[in-house]
Nanobody, 122 residues
Framework: QVQLQESGPGLVKPSQTLSLTCTVS??????????WTWIRQPPGKGREWMGA???????YYSPSLKSRTSISRVTSKNQFTLQLSSVTPEDTAVYYC??????????????RGKGTLVTVSS
């Protein structure tokens, strides 16, 4: 059973960089045709696919967030990370990591973390 757990600060100041880590257990992030994905859901809004890193290390980003987003991985720890720069209060959301079957909005998610709320506020 694959499990994913998000971790990181729950409060970030405007203009700073939001940094989150997803720790994966029960399966390797470097094997299988999987895409390790970040999704977010602002309060009262729908889910937004942010980007993904493939099993081979290739990254994929939402065009609307590409200029501010960086996804990487730490294979020795079986983790992948999200950095979102120049945040504003509009970036306040519950952030989820997931294992998906494709690197795009709407891809089937086999497993997903419980999510972590990140609030952007001074």
């Amino acid at each position: 059973q694959v499990q994913l757990q998000e971790s990181g600060p729950g409060l970030v100041k405007p203009s700073q960089t939001l940094s989150l880590t997803c720790t994966v257990s029960g399966g390797s992030i470097t094997t299988g045709f999987h895409y390790w994905t970040w999704i977010r859901q602002p309060p009262g809004k729908g889910r937004e696919w942010m980007g993904a890193i493939g099993f081979g290390g290739t990254t994929y980003y939402s065009p609307s967030l590409k200029s501010r987003t960086s996804i990487s991985r730490v294979t020795s720890k079986n983790q992948f990370t999200l950095q979102l720069s120049s945040v504003t209060p509009e970036d306040t959301a519950v952030y989820y990591c997931a294992r998906a079957r494709g690197p795009f909005q709407g891809a089937v998610e086999d497993y997903r973390g419980k999510g972590t709320l990140v609030t952007v506020s001074s």
